[in-house]
């Protein structure tokens, strides 16, 4: 009697194609599951196939037809009107932006400046505006009190006095002007960037929309285990290999046994 013969080891190849084949399948039947239509009183989003690519596997060699998805938004009436409404503006906003911008070659070119004779006009000219009044008031009333005094218009009295009333309130004219610098200054540059700080509005309310893209449903396919497969196959049947194995040779021990016990107890004829 012969002992059965070891197995042969399953091909790698055929294992892997067939784990990867049923790998694909399943992540292509997922990805197909997962791709449901969204309908909402804003819109709506559909899924359709727009084509496919080819998958080599290049330990196997095969080939795999993988399906591609586009995701399709599409927005109600009400909400398509208002994003044109939108759009529109946005346009109109950085057209504007883009026409107002042209002068700002010429305009920057020339350097900030803010110096002692732009401070003396813009101080100098805010000052007496709000205070050219009082300061006239106050010489009339102090004329009058000279006159009740009895100090007279043109005598030496009289010029001291309103000398004096002028030097006060040109003192607090100089004293304005110099306390007022940073503030001119600022007001010089808010004045310059003006023109700029329009410009970037217009450019902020234009800024393009991004859409809101759908989140990709995704499958991802899980790697073949082809060692796993393998050796676990094999061991499979090597076990079976290893089971008949020693089933026959056991047999084959009970047949030698039975054997050897059927001529230990036979009779012995020898010559007479």
Same mark, same amino acid.
Request: with cysteine; aromatic share 6%.
């Given at each position: 009697m012969?002992s059965?013969?070891a ?5 790698p190849? /055929?294992? =892997?194609? *067939?784990?990867?084949?049923t790998s694909v ?5 997922? &990805?197909?599951?997962?791709n449901?239509n969204?309908?909402t009183?804003?819109?709506s ?5 727009s084509g =496919? #690519?080819a998958f080599?596997?290049?330990?196997t060699?095969?080939?795999?037809n993988?399906?591609t ?5 599409t927005?109600s009436d009400?909400?398509? +009107?208002?994003?044109?409404?939108n /759009?529109g ?13 042209d002068f ?5 070119a020339?350097p900030?400046e803010?110096g002692?004779g ?9 000052? /007496?505006n709000?205070?050219?009044?009082s300061n006239?008031?106050? $010489?009339e *009333?102090l004329t &009058?009190q ?5 100090i007279?218009?043109g005598?030496?009295?009289? /010029?001291?006095?309103m000398?004096n009333?002028?030097? =006060?309130q040109?003192?607090?004219r100089?004293r ?6 940073g503030?001119?200054?600022?007001? +010089?540059?808010a004045q310059?960037n003006q023109p700029?700080?329009? $410009? ?5 309310g234009?800024?393009?929309s #991004? @859409?809101?893209f759908?989140?990709p449903?995704?499958?991802s396919? @899980?790697t073949t285990?082809? &060692?796993?497969?393998?050796?676990q ?12 194995n020693?089933?026959?040779n &056991?047999?084959?021990?009970g047949?030698?046994?039975?054997a050897a016990?059927?001529?230990?107890g036979?009779p ?5």
């Amino acid at each position: 009697m012969c002992s059965p013969s070891a197995p042969a080891p399953p091909d790698p190849k /055929d294992t =892997s194609q *067939a784990q990867t084949g049923t790998s694909v399948a399943t992540a292509i039947a997922n &990805a197909a599951l997962g791709n449901v239509n969204q309908v909402t009183p804003d819109g709506s989003v559909t899924f359709g196939q727009s084509g =496919s #690519h080819a998958f080599h596997d290049p330990y196997t060699g095969q080939t795999y037809n993988i399906p591609t998805y586009t995701a399709t938004q599409t927005l109600s009436d009400a909400q398509q +009107a208002i994003k044109t409404q939108n /759009d529109g503006a946005q346009l109109n906003l950085a057209t504007l932006a883009n026409n107002q911008s042209d002068f700002l070659n010429d305009y920057m070119a020339k350097p900030f400046e803010y110096g002692v004779g732009e401070h003396e006009a813009w101080a100098g000219g805010l000052y /007496d505006n709000l205070n050219s009044e009082s300061n006239a008031q106050s $010489i009339e *009333a102090l004329t &009058a009190q000279l006159a009740n005094r009895g100090i007279n218009i043109g005598s030496e009295a009289y /010029d001291r006095e309103m000398a004096n009333m002028r030097e =006060s309130q040109m003192s607090t004219r100089d004293r304005f002007m110099l306390d007022s610098y940073g503030q001119g200054m600022n007001s +010089a540059m808010a004045q310059r960037n003006q023109p700029i700080n329009e $410009i970037t509005a217009l450019l902020s309310g234009s800024q393009v929309s #991004h @859409p809101s893209f759908v989140n990709p449903n995704t499958s991802s396919i @899980p790697t073949t285990d082809v &060692a796993g497969n393998i050796n676990q196959n094999y061991n499979q049947k090597l076990g079976i290999w290893q089971q008949q194995n020693a089933n026959s040779n &056991a047999l084959v021990g009970g047949l030698f046994g039975l054997a050897a016990g059927g001529l230990a107890g036979a009779p012995w004829k020898g010559k007479s």
